[in-house]
């Protein structure tokens, strides 16, 4: 070989600063510990919940879990149904505030706004992504539910929270995430396809309309299921402002109190200290984990999939 | 043909029906109403954020003229008239340093990990995609994680003896690993977005790998970086669910043994019993007294809003700085 024709002392030694190298790879060590951080908190997220969750999963009464129309943890009655129900109520009313307008918004941003009017406006649409679950909570209890639950459906239902008044509020509170994602998705539509189309004679209306969303339909698909995602997994607005306290009972009207997964995750937390060891309440808490944390995973896995099509489209 | 005999002969009033007939009809209604229906959305979304501050400035303003710096340094009570949010503000405080020490570094060593060393494999795209999941995650189930591990597990680690294990250091390890992937992913763009020029020029003078980072990839990349640990520190200051579940105390004073009021900058607090300005707000907002309620729930929201909102723009505006003068 090559290699062994130079001498073992050469003059010319390219190998460079053995401390140097050594430092090299400590410090490349140190970065893939960060990073394989992230692998541990996984592992320890879903350890953590069939951990504590396996001794409800082996002892519970399931036939009771799965028909039982009653959640009360501290009288050992744990119907799921209640729970999951509220929760896709909740997310639906949320859908219908977030949707339309967030991808009202998305719109207009990305094809008719003006750059300043946008430079403008999109920060403080931001600023509305920055507001604290538990400022929306406080809102939707003192002002959504008197002012428009009350209004629209009589005073009566518009004092105390309200699966609708709560709803609303996780709604405001998911409408920056569909108008950035969906943003994002318009915005990575080629300009020739906008130009191409004008060049046909069509209107930005009908641009809009023909060429732009359909080219970021996947976007706009990825921004609900995240921003349903989101909106299952919202606890505070739910908590403070449905209305429930400890108990969740089956209903599917808007106007009733409820108790959804998270926020019945949140009661049953408040004073778990006086739970624990009596009974099954606590290891219930994670159970319900179990389901929230597979339920918004299996969404995030869905939604991230359409977001890289239409990276990948285009 | 026809054109160039308009051209050279017709009047002014030609030209213009003409002009009119190839552009279509002068106002286009449809148009003009969709426009209006997008404007109004955004409006409405926007009509809703100033509604929201003025609903809560209006109900909690009125305490800080007529009781401010005793409504800050007064602990929680069951008097609305006497209650104060020093207990929330020495817990978010403390909740915040301990987000900056824990995922600042470890989030930036991933980062760096992420973009700098890691070769394009299996495992990378594993991390990658583990990273955006984790940020989907719920923050209750977080709070599930920070109950087990941190106030469990780490029990004699985050416990001095004689105070439970509820501590404030585990609530705010619990955070720390909740904005851990907020810190990743912001991170991480900042890094991609330094030119490649300024690595190969520094590779070019002899420079390692991690002088090349130390050197050129971080100092380009810090506006963006500080960007991540401001969206990081403002997420974590306004998150309550974890910190319910890991134990916040939401009992009003006299019901809470183990919550004292001691000073803002003693780091003792960590090993207490401990609740948060979001938590003060939650038990405040659920009380059915109407002072509380109302009156001091609203001045505590002021109090939270006001660090949080301006964290928030501060983090926005500095991105927005980084990405024009990327793009310039």
Partial sequence: MA???????????????????????????????????????????????????????????????????????????????????SSLLVTGIAMLVAVPLGLGAAVYLSEFARPRVRSVLKPVLEVLAGVPSVVLGF?????????????????????????????????????????????????????????????????????TVKVVLPAAVSGLVAAFILAVSRAIGETMVVFIAAGAATVGNLSTNPLDSGLTM???????????????????????????????????????????????????AY | MALTTIESSATD????????????????????????????????????????????????????PRRGQNFLQNGLSQNPVKAGIAQGLIGSFWIAVTVVVVALPLGVGAAIYLEEYAPRNRLTSFIEVNVRNLAGVPSVVY?????????????????????????????????????????????????????????????????????????????YALPGILTGALLSIARAVGEAAPLILVGALTGLAGRSPGLSVGSLLDPSSLTERFTAMPNVIT???????????????????IGMLVFVLLVNSIAIVLRNRFEKKRSS
């Fill in chain 1, 3 to 85: 290699a062994t024709a130079i001498p073992p002392r050469s003059p010319i030694d390219l190998s460079g600063d053995a401390r140097r190298h050594r430092r090299e790879r400590a410090i490349g060590i140190l970065f893939f510990g960060a990073a394989a951080m992230s692998v541990v908190v996984s592992a320890a997220i879903v350890a953590s919940l069939f951990g504590k969750g396996w001794e409800f999963i082996s002892n519970a009464d399931w036939g009771d879990v799965v028909t039982s129309d009653t959640w009360n943890p501290r009288q050992n009655s744990f119907g799921i149904r209640p729970l999951v129900i």
């Fill in chain 1, 139 to 207: 809102f939707a209890l003192g002002w959504i539910a008197p002012n428009v639950v009350g209004r629209l459906f009589g005073e009566e239902h518009g004092r105390g929270g309200s699966m609708l008044a709560a709803g609303i509020g996780v709604g405001i509170l998911t409408i920056p995430l569909v108008a950035s994602v969906s943003e994002d998705a318009m915005r990575a539509v080629p300009r020739a396809l906008r130009e191409a189309s004008a060049g046909l004679g069509a209107r930005r209306m009908t641009t």
């Fill in chain 1, 262 to 312: 998270t926020a019945g995750m949140a009661s049953l937390a408040t004073g778990t200290e006086s739970v624990k060891g009596a009974s099954l309440a606590y290891p219930s808490l994670f159970m319900v984990g179990i389901v929230l944390f597979f339920l918004t995973l299996g969404l995030n896995i869905v939604g991230n999939r359409f977001v890289r099509r239409v990276r990948q």
């Fill in chain 2, 13 to 64: 009033a030609v030209r213009g029906r003409v002009a009119r007939s190839i552009e279509g009809r002068r106002v286009d209604v449809k148009g003009r109403l969709f426009e209006a229906a997008l404007v109004l959305c955004l409006l409405v979304s926007l009509a809703i954020l100033a509604l929201l501050l003025a609903d809560v400035i209006g109900d909690g303003w009125s305490v800080y």
């Fill in chain 2, 143 to 219: 709070g599930l994680l920070g109950l087990a591990v941190f106030v469990e597990v780490f029990n004699g680690f985050t416990s001095a003896d004689g105070v439970g294990r509820r501590t404030l250091l585990a609530a705010g390890l619990t955070l720390a690993v909740l904005v851990l992937p907020i810190m990743i992913i912001t991170t991480a763009e900042a890094i991609r977005a330094v030119p490649q020029a300024l690595r190969e020029g520094a590779y070019g003078v002899g420079a390692t790998r991690w002088e090349v980072i130390r050197t050129q990839v971080l100092p």
């Fill in chain 2, 283 to 301: 038990t405040w907002a659920k009380l059915p007294k109407a002072e509380f309620n109302t009156t001091d729930t609203a001045a505590a929201i």
